[in-house]
T-cell receptor, first 112, second 112 residues
Framework: GQQLNQSPQSMFIQEGEDVSMNCTSS?????WLWYKQDPGEGPVLLIA?????ELTSNGRLTAQFGITRKDSFLNISASIPSDVGIYFC????????????FGSGTQLTVLP | GAGVSQSPSNKVTEKGKDVELRCDPI?????LYWYRQSLGQGLEFLIY????????KSGLPSDRFSAERTGGSVSTLTIQRTQQEDSAVYLC??????????FGDGTRLSIL
């Protein structure tokens, strides 16, 4: 089956710093999604990417759909304490299958 | 509420018992998905319902797992003869057409 490699597994940063995390795949995806999950809650959609090369921003978050369709990155600028959580990338393959393949997550800790 | 609703939020049961987990999708969403999240891991696809089509059961780990979706709305995931390795958070998501999936807060299942 398809595998998503997400890195880094965890990050400790100072408040105000910028953060970058990425996902790579062994096969292509038609859609890349980035979710954030807080403890005890379900993942919440941050950004959706539908086109190779697409660069999309949502406030302090910026994500890109890699031109090869096998990778994506998420940047968070000027981190704040509420950015703490687990960030997941997810990809949707070509064809009729609708289920998402998820990365293993990046645990982000923001230090004051 | 406006979001995906799952119940119960927590379930503790003895090994060998059957459990039923419920998902109320967002009203009007035609697609419904079940995922499993083990501790510290990403989400693992289980099953997908789309309208009146036959469900995609390709992610179910064994024949002890089954799911139904009645009337194109509420879904129930059933695990028979539970095992300790079934302990996880079970997440439900729904989506409309080709839109991104929106998740509930999950059911945390613990098998003693």
């Amino acid at each position: 089956g398809q595998q998503l490699n997400q890195s880094p597994q965890s990050m400790f940063i100072q408040e105000g710093e910028d953060v970058s995390m990425n996902c790579t795949s062994s096969s292509i995806f038609n859609t890349w999604l980035w979710y954030k999950q807080d403890p005890g809650e379900g993942p919440v959609l941050l950004i959706a990417l539908y086109k190779a090369g697409e660069l999309t921003s949502n406030g302090r978050l910026t994500a890109q759909f890699g031109i090869t369709r096998k990778d994506s990155f998420l940047n968070i600028s000027a981190s704040i304490p509420s950015d703490v959580g687990i960030y997941f990338c997810a990809g949707q393959p070509p064809g009729s299958a609708r289920q998402l393949t998820f990365g293993s997550g990046t645990q982000l800790t923001v230090l004051p | 509420g406006a979001g995906v609703s799952q119940s119960p939020s927590n379930k503790v049961t003895e090994k060998g018992k059957d459990v039923e987990l419920r998902c109320d999708p967002i009203s009007g969403h035609t697609a419904l998905y079940w995922y499993r999240q083990s501790l510290g891991q990403g989400l693992e696809f289980l099953i997908y319902f789309q309208g009146n089509s036959a469900p995609d059961k390709s992610g179910l780990p064994s024949d002890r797992f089954s799911a139904e979706r009645t009337g194109g709305s509420v879904s129930t995931l059933t695990i028979q003869r539970t095992q300790q390795e079934d302990s996880a958070v079970y997440l439900c998501a729904s989506s409309d057409s080709n839109q991104p999936q929106h998740f509930g807060d999950g059911t945390r299942l613990s098998i003693l």
